[in-house]
């Protein structure tokens, strides 16, 4: 398959069926022996549904026949090859959340997220690899290979959804769906060159509920429009996740009236080499340059990562008995001991600094209507690692390397990574986008202008790799 239809986003894809240029059979075929020839270096993939997606590949092609444009009125995704993170239930399809405990369990029905793209016409792919329940921010476990960065596989892909973000930046598939609890989604986009869209806390169902509420699903893909696209798919109320909203308020809020008040954080936390910082800012000035009103400002909130910590380890110590422990990744097991040993009022304490944090959050967005930052200050690291090597090495760091991330789970906020450039090492920068809970068209908008603003197009692993 070449470049110009394995990089393809639902728009192209869906021009190339209705001409009957390319039909949904074909091109899953295509996918299938891409996705064969590059596992063994990208370990993406935990299990790849052929069987499944060839009926429902050749199902979207007999209606594509029969409707012709027509077809997609009521199935906005149909023949598009989707693929889905190993946390998330898929009905008959191995579901083993990153652990040896459930190498063999299939589930018996879909999460209502999966349900939702089914009927939109999705082809389901398969489960791509995640770490032992989503655990880090790498995606390394025990079951198989570590999701590699395929733009240079030594490298980490990030995680936990790191073999989603892998599969969409290596042409397997067109979008693909990640969990993020602390920055999964974003992290791995922005190491592999992807759009990787969290919702508001609520606007997608998660099921099986967390408790913590700080877990979102959402999608990646290779353009905002896309992310968008997989959001309104999937978005709605299930009564299995009572923090699920319906219907949806805020969803396709109005753009405000030009200027929009953009606030600029160039330094979220450590501050990164210059040519990591160089795409994001020209990526801020070309918001600028449209009359936005943008601002830099020092960060407008307190560390929460000790309460993020806390809430983070007891969910973990919760669902994880001693039973499980034989079972459990060594540096995961750190975590979840730690949760074990805390007390109902360190529980509290932190949900009151998550109190604070929202608090100072909302006077922020009072004064600014979308926030920008860098989503990472850091490369990607060694593919089998599962942090930076030049961190703190406490066991409980785990996550701080990556401090833009984690804010936004505990206030619930909408939050976009996008790519906008490449480093001088050749490999992706990621800008995050983030806004109010509820103003996820917002953030979408703003992240679609600047995709539109770029002085280069974004590249992919094995094309031209233009440094912007």
Known sequence: MDDSLRHLDTTGLRRLYETGALSPT????????LIEAQQPALGAFVTVATEQAMRAAAEAEARIRALGAAAWDERPLLGVPVSIKDLTATKGLRTTRGSLRLRDATPDEDAPAVARLRRAGAVILGKTTTSEGGWSAATVNRLGPAAANPWDTSLSAGGSSGGAAAAVAAGLGVAATGTDGAGSIRIPAAFCGVVGFKPTHGRIPYVPHCPDRLSHLG??????ADAGLLTDVMTGADPRDPDSCSPWQGGRLPVPARPLRIGWIEAPG???ADHLTAPQRTAVRTLADQGHQVEQIPLPFDDPYPALVTILAAAEAAGSPPEHDAWADPERLRIVEHGRRLGAADLVHAEAARGVLRTQLAACMRRFDVLAMPTLTVEPFPVDAWRPADGDHDPLSW?????AAHPFNLAGMPAVSLPVGLSARGLPVGLQ???APGHDALVLHVAREIERSLPAPPTYPGEDRRQT
């Open 399 to 403: 996550l701080a390397w990556a401090p």
């Open 219 to 224: 999608p990646l893909t290779r353009t905002v």
């Open 270 to 272: 450590r501050a990164a």
């Open 26 to 33: 074909a091109f899953l075929q295509d996918t299938l022996d």
């Open 433 to 435: 986008l983030t806004a």
